[in-house]
């Protein structure tokens, strides 16, 4: 997020003040059947100026950071970056159901800078762990099983371990820089 916005959500607004509308964003979107509030209708809501609405919707949680919506939307808007400010905020701002949604970024996050790629089996036990809910990893336990037993997921393997150590922190020290 750019740093000259003192109200962040003032910079979310001026971002897709240019969104025409049109939805090719929604269109684009592999994960709109799992928003509640669709990315075309999410712009308009700020374009609104109703960024309780916008802070509300999960929407932005959902968004996985494919890039399809920015790569297609005829006004070139950073729909993507908009997507992530709104999960910035959300956390900053401590809206309903970012604590809990948050969990699973700083797992995914943690996991990756660890393993050098992301380890699933590890991923999904730290982050049903911070979850502090043993009847939640019981529920996921079958799934975890048959993905093992067909070779979608891995137990963990020291491989590339910490490869990425390198690149994330100089990551945080241009981000670190003034
Ligand atoms: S594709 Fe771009 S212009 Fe069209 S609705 Fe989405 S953000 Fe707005
Ligand atoms: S970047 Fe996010 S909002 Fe855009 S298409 Fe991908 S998942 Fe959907």
């Given at each position: 997020?750019?740093?000259?916005?003192?109200?962040?959500?003032?910079?979310?607004?001026?971002?897709?003040?240019?969104?025409?509308?049109?939805g090719?964003?929604s269109?684009?979107?592999?994960?709109?059947?799992?928003?509640?509030?669709s990315p075309r209708r999410?712009?308009?809501?700020?374009?609104?100026?109703?960024?309780?609405?916008?802070?509300?919707?999960?929407?932005?949680?959902?968004?996985?950071?494919?890039?399809?919506?920015?790569?297609?939307?005829?006004?070139?808007?950073?729909?993507?970056?908009?997507?992530?400010?709104?999960?910035?905020?959300?956390?900053?701002?401590?809206?309903?159901?970012?604590?809990?949604?948050?969990?699973?970024?700083?797992?995914?996050?943690?996991?990756?800078?660890?393993?050098?790629?992301?380890?699933?089996?590890?991923?999904?036990?730290?982050?049903?762990?911070?979850?502090?809910?043993?009847?939640?990893?019981?529920?996921?336990?079958?799934?975890?099983?048959?993905?093992?037993?067909?070779?979608?997921?891995?137990?963990?393997?020291?491989?590339?371990?910490?490869?990425?150590?390198?690149?994330?922190?100089?990551?945080?020290?241009?981000?670190?820089?003034?």
């Amino acid at each position: 997020m750019n740093a000259k916005h003192a109200d962040p959500a003032a910079e979310i607004r001026e971002h897709m003040a240019a969104c025409m509308q049109c939805g090719t964003c929604s269109a684009s979107c592999p994960n709109a059947a799992f928003m509640d509030v669709s990315p075309r209708r999410l712009w308009r809501l700020a374009q609104l100026n109703r960024m309780d609405l916008v802070a509300a919707s999960r929407t932005f949680w959902m968004c996985s950071a494919c890039y399809m919506c920015t790569l297609r939307c005829p006004r070139g808007l950073p729909t993507t970056e908009t997507m992530y400010a709104l999960k910035r905020l959300a956390a900053r701002t401590d809206a309903p159901g970012a604590r809990s949604r948050q969990a699973f970024y700083r797992a995914f996050a943690e996991n990756l800078e660890h393993w050098g790629r992301v380890q699933e089996g590890a991923l999904m036990n730290t982050y049903l762990r911070r979850k502090a809910n043993p009847l939640l990893a019981l529920s996921f336990a079958p799934l975890g099983w048959k993905l093992l037993r067909r070779g979608k997921m891995h137990l963990p393997r020291g491989g590339h371990k910490g490869r990425l150590g390198p690149l994330l922190n100089k990551v945080r020290e241009m981000e670190a820089r003034p």
